[in-house]
């Protein structure tokens, strides 16, 4: 069955840089149409879209973030990277990836999510 | 960015209701829609996609309408699980945004 699972520091201070990893199974990025996302979710608030990598090693990127975020991928490992830099309190999120499948481009498949607090 | 405007932002409902929440783009966005439920503390699940097609697992009494701005999520007899926070998401092109969210509060 198709898992994910967000892992990455539950704290980080100001001005640091973010990263979280999304290990997944049941599926592989290899795989035409297949793509991962990452979404969150600041306490209390709505969903935020952050990046995309699709299963040609394309990227998409929030447009308000693209300057401060990277994402990769490691077919080999099933494992999908984000990076966020010069981290600031209104980062502090549940930060979740998704698996995206090329229907509609929805994503179907979610992990648990990790909160992050950015705090000094 | 394409935005996506939910209405209402919250509603209270009894069980047994029919209810509706509505979603609309900033631009046309052919049937690049998709619906997600929200639990507290838990990830969001999908319930349709494409506008109108029912994810499996997800049960009958949801539906979904709509096409190039205006779409709509229906519960047709809403039940006691049902009570949670609804999201669209247009995924025509990114960044792949995401409405406000509604919140479905027991009247």
């Known amino acids: 069955q198709v898992t994910l699972r967000e892992s990455g520091p539950a704290l980080v201070k100001p001005t640091q840089t973010l990263t979280l990893t999304c290990t997944f199974s049941g599926f592989s990025l290899s795989t035409s149409g297949m793509c991962v996302s990452w979404i969150r979710q600041p306490p209390g608030k709505a969903l935020e879209w952050l990046a995309r990598?699709?299963?040609?090693?394309?990227?998409y990127y929030s447009t308000s973030l693209e300057t401060r975020l990277t994402i990769s991928k490691d077919t080999s490992k099933n494992q999908v990277v984000l990076t966020m830099t010069n981290v600031d309190p209104t980062d502090t999120a549940t930060y979740y990836c998704a698996r995206v499948t090329p229907a509609a481009m929805s994503s179907d498949y979610w992990g648990q999510g990790t909160l992050v607090t950015v705090s000094s | 960015d394409i935005q996506m405007t939910q209405s209402p932002s919250s509603l209270s409902a009894s069980v047994g209701d029919r209810v509706t929440i509505t979603c609309r783009a900033s631009?046309?966005?052919?049937?690049?829609l998709n619906w997600y439920q929200q639990k507290p503390g838990k990830a969001p699940k999908l319930l349709i996609y494409?506008?109108?097609s029912l994810q499996s697992g997800v049960p009958s009494r949801f539906s979904g309408s709509g096409s190039g701005t205006d779409f709509t999520l229906t519960i047709s007899s809403l039940q006691p699980e049902d009570f949670a926070t609804y999201y669209c998401?247009?995924?025509?092109?990114?960044?792949?945004?995401f409405g406000q969210g509604t919140k479905v509060e027991i009247k």
């Open positions: 494409a506008a109108s």
């Open positions: 990598i699709d299963w040609d090693d394309d990227k």
């Open positions: 998401q247009q995924s025509f092109t990114t960044p792949q945004t």
């Open positions: 631009q046309t966005i052919s049937r690049y």
